[in-house]
């Protein structure tokens, strides 16, 4: 990871505690891909994808594609069934943008597979 993808992922993590959210891991990976951050919210895991860029652009969420959405289920599926935790998740994706990683929008409780243009 770059030093500005990092920078950006700590500014996330550093975001969601400040939401009352409480961090579990960050960078989680296993042969099926990488979650950025591991979140509780009350009684439910949250998966978090982070996506910067230095410019405002349409195409945060686009970049997100079939593929990375599979890797993504599939490492959250892998996080669930190696630390025997419940089941009751949600994924979350926090869109940053600018040298500051300013907050562009936290989309919560994604559904896979439906992202468009019109979900923000």
């Not at 770059?2 to 042969?31: D, M, P, V």
């Amino acid at each position: 990871m770059n030093q500005k993808g990092s920078t950006a992922e700590e500014w996330a993590a550093q975001f969601l505690q400040r939401q009352g959210l409480t961090l579990i891991t960050r960078n989680y990976h296993c042969r099926f891909g990488e979650i950025d951050a591991i979140a509780r919210d009350g009684t439910t895991l949250v998966f978090v994808e982070v996506r910067w860029r230095q410019r405002a652009t349409s195409l945060l969420l686009e970049s997100i594609d079939a593929r990375k959405q599979r890797c993504w289920w599939l490492t959250a599926r892998h996080y669930l069934a190696h630390h025997g935790l419940p089941a009751r998740c949600r994924f979350d994706v926090l869109l940053l943008e600018g040298h500051h990683c300013h907050l562009r929008h936290w989309l919560r409780n994604v559904a896979l597979d439906s992202f468009s243009r019109e979900s923000y």
